[in-house]
């Protein structure tokens, strides 16, 4: 995680794994079925101050917070993991270009409005549902070269 530091702003991405089917109250979106698999969401971290990414995703990684955001009702659970995160820096958003491209490849199932309710984006959440999570890993990665971004990976396996 120290590696973050270095980053200062940027985008990211949790790898994440739900190891049993959940169903999950998710703020004003109300219920959401979560199946058994391997999840991102895209996220950005672009606040003024130079450990923007790093206290960010430290935040994400913490399984006792306040509830402020979508992802805090999935990460917060007990049988959720975050088992990768993929950031680069950035002083731009780059999730919602992140999150069309993972749409448009048909490789997962967008979990809808989840983490876009402040964007056009159908989600920021998606479902890997075919794929493993190493194979998972190298796509997003793959997104972010893609992107003209340098994608810095950190396995919390």
Known sequence: MESLKELGRGTYTLVIKVNEDLKIVI???????????IYCYIGSA?????????????????????????IDYLTSHEMVSII????????EKFECKIASLINKSNKAIPIVKFGSTD?????HLY??????????IKFIANIYSHLGLLPKIISLK
């Not at 004003?28 to 058994?36: A, N, V």
């Open 27 to 37: 703020g004003k979106l109300g219920s959401i079925m979560f199946y058994k698999g």
């Open 46 to 70: 672009l606040g003024p101050s130079n450990l923007s990414l790093y206290m960010r995703v430290n935040r994400h990684l913490n399984k006792v917070k306040k509830l402020k955001w979508h």
């Open 84 to 91: 990768a995160i993929i950031a680069a820096k950035t002083q």
């Open 119 to 123: 964007c056009r984006c159908i989600s």
């Open 127 to 136: 479902y890997f549902k075919n794929m493993h999570e190493d194979e998972v």
